[in-house]
C-alpha cells in the first residue's frame, strides 16, 4: 500500500511539473507576442561634468547641451557643449557670461540660426527671467548677447520650442505652478503674450514640435500629475485640447485603456513626423517609452529606455536621429548618451 502511495506521489508531482513547463512555455510565448519594439544604443559619454536639468538647443548639425546641476551643493553650471552626431564627439563652447548666473531648470530654443537660454533657478534658488542669445558664427567658440528679459514672472521648469524662426516660452513655476505663454520675435527682438496654455496649470512638462504645430504633454499641478494634452497653432494663436494621457478617461474605443504616460521631469523628441516621451515618472525615475502619432492622436508604447531609470534628462533631434542624454536618479548625476531606433528590435548586446 506505501508504495502504491510513493507510485501516485511521483505520477502526480510528474503531471504538475509538464503543466508548470506548459504554463511557462505559453508565458513565454505571450512575452514574445508582447514584445516591445525600438532599439536603444549607447554612444560615447558627454563630456563635461554629469548633469541634471540642463538644457538643450539645435542648431543646424550640432546639439549644444549646457547649464545644469551636477550634486555639488548650492552650485549650478554655466558651461556649454556642442555635440556632432556625425563623430559622436563634444567640443566645450563659450560658457554662458559671468553676468548670467549658473542656473538649472532652464529652457533653450533655436530660432534663425541661434540659440537662446533663459529661466531657472541660480545657486541662491533666485527664480530668473534674464535670457540669451548664442551665436555660433561668431569666434572659434561661439558667443553670448543679452536680450530683453522674459516679460513673465521669474520662473524654473517651463516649456519651450521654436517655430518658423520665433520662440515661445510658457507654463513653469514662480512659487505657484503657471500656463501663461510668450513668443520672441528675434527680428524684432520684443517678446508678445500669446494665449496661455490651454487646461491645467503646470511644471515639469514636456513640449514638442511636428507640422508647424507646438505640443505639451505631462507635468504636476500641485500635487496631481496632469492628464489633460494640447496642441498649439500659431498661425491662429489657438490652443485645441488632444485626448487625455492617462487610462479611464477617455469614450473612444480606439484609445488603449492601459496608457500610462502621466508624469514629470520627463523628455520629448521628434523622429519621421512622429513624437516620443521618455524617462522621467510618478514620484519616481522611469524609463518606459512611448510614440505619439498627431494622425490620430494616439499613443504606441516603445522598448524601455535602456539606459539607468531617470529624471531631467535633455533630449534632441538631428537629421532624424534621436539622443538621450545626461539626467539623475537618487542623487547619481549622469553622463551617458543613448540614440534610439523606434522600428528596430531592441538588441541588449549593443
Do not use: H
Amino acid at each position: 500500500m506505501e508504495t502504491k502511495n510513493v507510485s501516485r506521489k511521483i505520477t502526480g508531482l510528474f503531471w504538475l511539473s509538464l503543466l508548470a513547463i506548459l504554463v511557462t512555455l505559453n508565458g513565454c510565448d505571450d512575452d514574445d507576442d508582447d514584445e516591445l519594439w525600438g532599439n536603444w544604443v549607447e554612444l560615447g559619454a558627454f563630456e563635461g561634468l554629469p548633469r541634471t536639468d540642463a538644457v538643450v538647443f539645435v542648431i543646424g548639425d550640432y546639439a549644444y547641451v549646457g547649464t545644469g546641476y551636477n550634486g555639488e551643493e548650492d552650485e549650478r553650471l554655466r558651461d556649454f557643449w556642442r555635440y556632432d552626431p556625425q563623430y559622436d564627439t563634444w567640443k566645450e563652447m563659450a560658457s554662458l557670461p559671468d553676468e548670467a548666473p549658473a542656473r538649472n531648470g532652464a529652457v533653450a530654443f533655436a530660432a534663425d540660426g541661434k540659440g537662446y537660454v533663459g529661466t531657472g533657478f541660480d545657486d541662491d534658488e533666485n527664480k530668473l527671467k534674464d535670457f540669451w542669445e548664442f551665436d555660433p558664427s561668431e569666434g572659434e567658440n561661439g558667443s553670448w548677447t543679452r536680450i530683453p528679459d522674459f516679460p513673465g514672472s521669474g520662473r524654473y521648469a517651463a516649456v519651450a520650442f521654436g517655430i518658423n524662426d520665433k520662440g515661445y516660452v510658457g507654463s513653469g513655476y514662480d512659487g505657484n505652478r503657471l500656463k501663461d505663454f510668450y513668443q520672441y520675435d528675434p527680428a524684432s527682438g520684443q517678446w508678445t503674450q500669446k494665449t496661455s496654455i490651454g487646461g491645467s496649470k503646470r511644471r515639469d512638462a514636456v513640449a514638442f514640435v511636428l507640422n508647424g504645430k507646438g505640443y505639451v504633454f505631462t507635468g504636476v499641478d500641485n500635487s496631481d500629475y496632469v492628464t489633460d494634452a494640447w496642441v498649439y497653432d500659431p498661425d491662429t494663436d489657438v490652443w485645441t485640447e488632444l485626448k487625455e494621457i492617462t487610462s479611464g478617461t477617455n469614450d473612444d474605443e480606439s484609445y488603449d485603456d492601459d496608457y500610462s504616460i502621466v508624469g514629470s521631469k520627463g523628455v520629448a523628441f521628434t523622429l519621421n513626423g512622429l513624437a516620443y516621451i521618455t524617462t522621467g515618472g510618478t514620484g519616481y525615475a522611469g524609463n518606459r517609452t512611448w510614440e505619439y502619432d498627431p494622425s490620430t492622436d494616439l499613443w504606441e508604447e516603445k522598448s524601455n529606455f535602456e539606459g539607468a531609470s531617470r529624471t531631467d534628462a535633455v533630449a534632441f533631434s538631428i537629421n532624424n536621429q534621436a539622443f538621450v542624454a545626461t539626467g539623475n536618479s537618487s542623487g547619481y548625476y549622469f553622463d551617458d548618451v543613448w540614440t534610439f531606433y523606434p522600428d528596430e528590435e531592441q538588441d541588449d548586446n549593443d
